[in-house]
T-cell receptor
């Protein structure tokens, strides 16, 4: 079975402070890991995927297989980063479809 | 076109009604999904279609009936729903599991 854990329901930081949203996963095979973001009244959007090792809106995430973690980081928080962030996992597949499982989400609140 | 379009955006239905939710994408994705999201909870997978065939049914009650008439369309037929079925129903599509999903903005369903 696959499981994603996000220990913090709410993370409140000041503008300009570093941000780290924690994500741990449990899966016996090779996982594909993602971060999704949901801004107020907007659709769920893909933010990052571990396979591409990219930086989007200043956010990065590194897959640590030893610690089974995929924490999301940003060095300097901006007000517009305030949103709900979901970590998600799907089993690796060479096929088209996959089964994406979400963590419970962390609401990031950036204050002045 | 890089979007998943869902209609209607809002739906109120009685417990004896029959209604349908629609989802459309023109990105050439061959996998499509239905998720259910209750307030302040993560999305939960309901159904997965791959190449227009149902590949995963997450033990969803039969009052929810999915249909994939062609590679661009996905429907969810609703009949005899209960008030606890009230939720945001999300459609998504994917090119492959490693790329992540593209989500629609959802249909907010209220069962009265």
């Amino acid at each position: 079975a696959q499981r994603v854990t996000q220990p913090e329901k709410l993370l409140s930081v000041f503008k300009g402070a570093p941000v780290e949203l924690k994500c741990n996963y449990s899966y016996s095979g090779s996982p594909e890991l993602f971060w999704y973001v949901q801004y107020s009244r907007q659709r769920l959007q893909l933010l990052l995927r571990h396979i591409s090792r990219e930086s989007i809106k200043g956010f990065t995430a590194d897959l640590n297989k030893g610690e089974t973690s995929f924490h999301l980081k940003k060095p300097f928080a901006q007000e517009e980063d305030s949103a709900m962030y979901y970590c998600a996992l799907s089993p690796y597949t060479s096929g088209t479809a996959s089964k994406l499982t979400f963590g419970t989400g962390t609401r990031l609140q950036v204050t002045l | 076109d890089t979007e998943v379009t869902q209609t209607p955006k809002h739906l109120v239905m009685g417990m004896t009604n029959k209604k349908s939710l629609k989802c459309e994408q023109h990105m050439g994705h061959r996998a499509m999904y239905w998720y259910k999201q209750k307030a302040k909870k993560p999305p939960e997978l309901m159904f997965v279609y791959s190449y227009e065939k149902l590949s995963i049914n997450e033990s969803v009650p039969s009052r929810f009936s999915p249909e994939c008439p062609n590679s661009s369309l996905l429907n969810l037929h609703l009949h005899a729903l209960q008030p606890e079925d009230s939720a945001l129903y999300l459609c998504a599509s994917s090119q492959s599991g490693v790329y992540g999903y593209t989500f629609g903005s959802g249909t907010r369903l209220t069962v009265v």
